[in-house]
């Protein structure tokens, strides 16, 4: 098993990147998010690995982050969803994205992603949403180092989840309000929290 393989980027294409490790180009499949996110060729880069074998090919899948490696593992698991289908999603919403959208059953946003029908969607969030923790959303969020506008946006929602289930809402409930609420910059957690809030009256 290929967990991850660290060396230079030599080149980029459509939809796999080729990093050069010992004299070897390892082509790897990886998310439209992670391509934009590729240095210039001949940086050293990481990237955590699936290797995925079947009988007319053997391809790997790469990710920035272990959480969404977890994150593909698991999607590939819901009976209609292959290694493509998977980084499609993955193209669309990080990990911490999809988990608060199966934690709130939102089908309809899921669906988005490309190839994913609604009863796709419901299906994902069914076969998943015992399968995965809220808390690891929050403690990825809370040990990022260098944090995004959407990073701190997220953090926000994250920490309202946390203060309604603290106030006794489900955390079902907790997370469809929070993800009701019109996020716009500069909101800070309290006042995420106040709007959701208004939501649940």
């Known amino acids: 098993m290929i967990r991850f393989i660290k060396g230079l980027l030599e080149e980029t294409t459509d939809n796999t990147i080729i990093i050069e490790n010992n004299g070897i180009g390892f082509e790897i499949f990886v998310p439209e998010n992670v391509m934009a996110q590729m240095p210039q060729a001949g940086s050293e ?10 009988e007319d090919a053997m391809q790997l899948f790469g990710f920035l982050t272990k959480s969404d490696l977890r994150m593909f593992e698991l999607l590939i698991t819901v009976n209609g969803i292959g290694p493509k289908g998977a980084l499609g999603i993955l193209s669309i919403f990080s990990a911490d994205e999809l988990r608060m959208s199966i934690f709130a059953g939102d089908a309809k946003t899921i669906s988005k992603a490309p190839g ?3 009863k796709t969607a419901e299906k994902l969030i069914l076969e998943l949403k015992d399968k995965i923790k809220f808390e690891d959303s929050v403690q990825s969020y809370a040990n990022l180092s260098s944090k995004t506008d959407k990073d701190i946006q997220t953090m926000a929602r994250t920490d309202a989840i946390e203060a309604l289930v603290a106030l006794g809402y489900s955390q079902t409930e907790s997370v469809k309000a929070v993800q009701s609420v019109v996020y716009e910059n500069g909101m800070d957690s309290e006042t995420v929290l106040k709007e959701a809030l208004k939501k649940m009256l």
Not at 46 to 54: A, G, L, W
């Open 45 to 54: 880069i990481k990237i955590h690995t699936y290797f995925h074998v079947r």
């Open 116 to 118: 994913i029908g609604k």
